[in-house]
């Protein structure tokens, strides 16, 4: 069964705290996102790997960036957290050339006062 | 970047309904994929449709490419309180996939 977490479930961070994300894939995927989830917008890419040490910018990578330093995990790095950035983060994972299955982690609800 | 037209936005039905949503495009995709997310959680893949025209069922869910390639539709039959969640259609052309906004459904028992 594939397993994809995310280190927590609810973070409350200030403005101007560096934050990170982190994710964890059990299924020796090579393809890993970050999405951030917001009402009305559904599901928007930030940034996604392809591989170790490889990071690809998505459709707001504006105020991200990410570390991938092992195959299982991506990090998501808020190097200064913004009020909003207050949003519902999913990581997902996949195989090569499979991106329409990825599998998604619960989540991490962050918000930044 | 385009992003996919998702409806209704949501949905109040009444249990033992039957329920319709689709999703609409400017662009053409290879593959049209329906998610669930339960509260609380992470999407789950329900549905993958590979060609244009295929029709395809998962239990009491069935979905549709549509002949267009531009658009797709999920139906659930006689929905019960457990489909009560967040479905979101997904269009995927090469490796770019978008999403659409969600489907926020609620089953009355």
């Known amino acids: 069964d594939v397993k994809v977490t995310q280190s927590s479930r609810y973070l409350v961070k200030r403005t101007g705290e560096k934050v990170f994300l982190e994710c964890v894939q059990d299924?020796?995927?090579?393809?890993m996102f970050w999405y951030r989830q917001d009402p009305g917008l559904g599901l928007r890419l930030i940034y996604f790997?392809?591989?170790?040490?490889?990071?690809e910018k998505g459709d707001i990578p504006e105020g991200y960036s990410v570390s991938r330093e092992k195959k299982e995990r991506f990090s998501l790095i808020l190097e200064s957290a913004s009020t909003n950035q207050t949003s519902m983060y999913l990581c997902?994972?996949?195989?090569?050339?499979?991106?329409?299955?990825?599998?998604f982690g619960p989540g991490t609800r962050l918000t930044v006062t | 970047g385009q992003q996919l037209n998702q409806s209704p936005q949501s949905m109040f039905i009444q249990e033992g309904e039957d329920v319709s949503m689709n999703c609409t495009s400017s662009?053409?995709?290879?593959?049209w994929l329906w998610y669930k997310q339960d509260p609380g959680e992470g999407p789950v893949l329900l549905i993958a449709?590979?060609?244009?025209?295929e029709l395809t069922s998962n239990g009491r869910l069935t979905a549709q490419f549509g002949i267009t390639r531009k658009d797709s539709f999920l139906n659930i039959s006689a929905s019960i309180p457990s489909d009560v969640g967040i479905y979101f259609c997904?269009?995927?052309?090469?490796?770019?996939?978008?999403f659409g906004a969600g489907t926020r459904l609620t089953v009355k028992p």
């Open positions: 997902a994972s996949s195989f090569p050339g499979h991106n329409h299955e990825q599998y």
């Open positions: 299924m020796d995927h090579e393809n």
């Open positions: 790997s392809y591989d170790v040490k490889m990071k």
């Open positions: 662009s053409i995709f290879n593959t």
């Open positions: 449709l590979y060609k244009a025209g």
């Open positions: 997904a269009g995927q052309y090469n490796n770019d996939m978008r």
